[in-house]
C-alpha cells in the first residue's frame, strides 16, 4: 500500500517483460520480491507483518538432478545440523557456515517425493525461516519441499480442474457429540447431477481430520489421478479418528490447552466405538452429499490405526464397502482387548464379510515397518479363511512417504468393479 | 501403537479418573502426554514423527489475569528475545536462562486478543518449538496464542453449532483462469432449506484466501456471534483478491516457486481488473450457494486493499451491496491511476450509490494508522456529497487485531434492515 508510488514504475516493467520474455520476467520477479520485500520492511512500519525475513537467502534450492540446498543464515551459531524424511544418508546432513553466516547442506538425488524438514540451530530445532510452506505432524511443525519428475508431481498442484475441500461437521449419536470431518469433492461436483462414489479415508494415531490433506496431498493426488483418467471422480471423506476428540487440535473448544498427542495417549482408543458406530458418518455423507449409496460405490481405506479401524469398521459392517485398504496397519493384536465386541470373532466376521463379497482387499507395507510381522499373523489368518487378498510389500518404513504412494496405487483401483 | 503395551493399564486408570475428577484427570492428562511423548519419542522408532519436542516445557502459558509466560530450552544461545503484536513493551522482551538452559520471559496482563508471536535465538527468527498452532502472516510464520475473557473469547472455539468452511475454485472469464476462493456457511446450512444473506470479505495486500480464516478467525467470529444472536446467520465469501494470482501460494500450480510477497509487487495490483469483474464472483455464489439473491443482504467489506476492493467494487456496482465496510482502507489515491476506468469518476459513481441506497456504509481506522489521513480526505468527500457514513476510530494501526475487532463491530449490525 505505502510503497506503491516506489514500485508502480517497476511493475509497469514487469509486466511489458511477461508479455514478450516470460522466463527473465520470472526471474526478475523473484529479484523484485526481493528488493521489494526489504523496501517494504523497512517502509512500511504499521503494516503488520511483510515480506520474507532473510533478504536474498533461498531455502530450499531443488536442483534439475533433485539434490537439494537448503540454507540458513546464523551466523553466531556454532552448530547447524538438518534433519529430513528422505532416505539418503538417514536424512540428516551437517551443515556448513560460510563468510556470510549462512549455512548450507546439499543432498543427494533424492527420489521425487514430498519431503519434510527441520535444522536443529545449537540444539533448538526450528523451521526454514525462508520457506513459508508448513505441515503439521503429530505435535511437530515441519518445513515441506516436493521433487517432481515422478510421485512428487502428483503431491504437487497442477494446471487442472481441482475439486472442493471442505471442513465440515456431523452429530454423533454414538459418541454424543458434534464431530468434524474433512471432505473432498472431485472437480465438476457441484455443478454436475451425477453422483459419486465414496473413499473414506483414515489416518494413524496422533493424526486428526487435517492429516491426510496436508502431510497425505490428498486433493492434489486425486486431482492429478482423475484429470489423468486413472482414477474414478470420487468423494474423499477423511472423518476424526479419536474418539474423545470432536476435532483436530485448536479446531475444539479445549483450543490451546489440547495439544496433540498419540492416540493411544487419549480416551477411547481401541474401545471400538469408533469403528461400531461408523455407519453414522456414512448416513451423514450419503445424506448431505450425491454419492452412489451402495457396496459397490463404497472404500475404506487407513493407515497404521486408520488400518486397524479400516479393517474392524469393514468386518463389522458386512456388505458396505467393497473396497477395503491397509496402508501399514496398526493391527499388533496383542496390545489390543480382543474380546471387545468390536474385536471379537473376527474369524466369524471376516468369513461373513466374503460371503457378502469384496471386490478389493488391499494391503501394504514396507519391509522395515515394525508392524511387518504382524501384517504377516494377519495374512496367514486370510489365508487359512480362503480370503482373497492384493498384498504390497514396499521399501521403507512407517512413514508419509509410503502412505501417499500407496494410496497413489490403491485410489485407481477403486469402484472399476 | 507400539506403546500400548505400556499404556494399556495408564490409559485404563485415566478412563476411571475421568468418571470421577474430571479436573484431575485432566492434570494426569497433561502430565502422561508429556510422560508418553517421552516415552514414544524413544520406543517408537518406525513411527514418522510423535509428540513434543521438549518435554516438560510450557508455552505459551496464560496466568489468570491475562500475563503470558513463553519458555524456549535453549542451553546454548547468547541471546534470546521475543516479539509479539501485543501493545504492551511494544511487543518485546528480552528472555532470561535459568540453570537448565531454559529461557523465559511474561508479558504484562495483556488485553484479551489473539496474539502472534516468534523468537529469536542468537538472530535466528524461530517459531516457538512447543506450540504447535501456527498462522502464516504474508511470508512469515508465528506461533498463536488466545487470552480470553473479552474479544479473545470470540476468536477461540466455543462449545456451539459450526459452520463448514470449503476451498472452491470459480471461473473466471474476465481474469481467463479458475480461481479459489474460501465459504463460510452457517451452522445448519446444509440441513435447511433457507436462503442466506451475504458477506464478500476481502484481504488486504500480501493477503489471500486464506488470510481472515485464518488471522482474522472468521470461523470462530461467525459461530459465536451466530450463537449469541448477535449476528445474522451468514455466508462469508473470502476471495483471493490479488488477480494475476489464482491461489495462495502453494495452492496454484507455480507450488512452491509463489512466495507469498505483497500485493503491489505482483502484476495487476489496483489495475482496476478484480474490481470491474467482482459480478462474476457474485454470480457464481448466487449460482452455487442458497443466496438470497437480493442488494438488501448482500455486504462488501475489507482491509486495507480490501478496503480499497471494496470502495471502488460498491462504486462501480450500484444496486448490488446495501453494506460496506472498509477497515483500515489502503486509500491513498495519489499511488493510484486515476483515470483507470475502474477509479476515475469516483464523485459520479458515489452519487450514484447513494441514490440507489446504501443501507450501512461503515469505515474504521485506527489512530496511528500510517493510513489515518487519506482516510479523512475520504471522510471530507463523502461529507461534500452527504454521502452517509458511520465512522469508527480504534486505538493502535494496520493490525489483525483491529480488523478481527472491527468484523466483530461490523457483522452485528448487518442484514438487520
Known amino acids: 500500500m505505502l510503497n506503491e508510488m516506489k514500485t508502480s514504475l517497476i511493475n509497469h516493467r514487469v ?99 514430498m519431503y519434510l524438514y527441520t535444522f536443529t540451530v545449537d540444539s533448538v530445532q526450528v523451521l526454514d525461516p525462508v520457506n513459508p510452506f508448513v505441515c503439521r505432524d503429530v505435535g511437530n511443525l515441519f518445513s515441506v519441499l516436493i521433487t517432481n519428475n515422478g510421485k512428487g508431481d502428483y503431491y504437487s498442484v497442477k494446471d487442472v480442474p481441482h475439486g472442493s475441500v471442505a471442513r465440515s461437521w456431523y452429530r454423533s449419536s454414538a459418541l454424543k457429540t458434534s ?89 477411547g482408543y481401541k474401545e471400538g466405538s469408533y469403528e461400531m458406530s461408523f455407519r453414522e458418518i456414512v448416513d451423514f455423507v450419503d445424506t448431505r452429499y450425491r454419492t452412489k449409496a451402495e457396496k459397490s460405490k463404497r472404500a475404506v481405506a487407513g493407515l497404521s490405526m486408520g488400518g486397524f479401524h479400516s479393517l474392524f469398521i469393514s468386518a463389522n459392517h458386512p456388505g458396505l464397502f467393497d473396497y477395503v485398504g491397509l496402508f501399514s496397519p ?51 489368518r486370510l489365508d487359512n479363511l480362503h480370503f482373497p487378498y492384493k498384498y504390497i510389500e514396499s521399501t521403507r518404513g512407517h512413514i508419509w512417504s509410503n502412505w501417499r504412494s500407496y494410496l497413489l496405487e490403491f485410489s485407481p483401483l477403486l469402484f472399476k468393479k
Request: aromatic share 8%.
Open 15 to 113: 509486466f511489458k517483460l511477461e508479455i514478450n520474455f516470460p522466463a527473465l520476467q520470472k526471474f526478475m520477479n523473484r529479484a523484485l520480491a526481493i528488493l521489494l520485500a526489504t523496501m517494504i520492511g523497512v517502509g512500511a512500519r504499521a503494516q503488520q507483518n511483510t515480506g520474507f525475513k532473510q533478504g536474498s537467502i533461498i531455502s530450499p534450492q531443488v536442483s534439475e538432478g533433485n539434490s537439494v540446498t537448503f540454507r540458513l543464515k546464523a551466523p553466531l551459531a556454532g552448530s547447524v545440523t538438518i534433519k529430513g524424511d528422505w532416505e539418503a544418508d538417514g536424512g540428516k546432513g551437517s551443515m556448513t557456515k560460510d563468510a556470510n553466516g549462512v549455512w548450507s547442506f546439499t543432498t543427494r538425488n533424492l527420489p521425487s517425493d
Open 179 to 267: 464431530r468434524r470431518l474433512t471432505v473432498y469433492t472431485p472437480p465438476g461436483y457441484e455443478e454436475s447431477k451425477t453422483r459419486y462414489p465414496v473413499l473414506y479415508l483414515l489416518h494413524g494415531s496422533g493424526g486428526d481430520e487435517e492429516a491426510w490433506t496436508t502431510l497425505g496431498a490428498v486433493p492434489r493426488i486425486m486431482d492429478n489421478l482423475i484429470a489423468e483418467g486413472k482414477a474414478e471422480p470420487m468423494i474423499v471423506v477423511m472423518p476424526n479418528g479419536n474418539p474423545s476428540k470432536q476435532a483436530a487440535p485448536g479446531e475444539t473448544h479445549e483450543n490451546l490447552a489440547y495439544r496433540p498427542v498419540m492416540s493411544n495417549t487419549l480416551p
Open 330 to 380: 496398526g493391527i499388533n493384536f496383542k496390545t489390543v482387548n480382543m474380546t471387545n465386541a468390536a474385536y471379537n470373532n473376527l474369524e466369524e466376521k471376516l468369513a461373513l464379510q466374503m460371503k457378502k463379497g469384496v471386490a478389493l482387499y488391499w494391503m501394504a507395507i514396507g519391509k522395515t515397518d515394525a508392524l511387518y510381522e504382524p501384517m504377516q499373523e494377519y495374512k496367514k
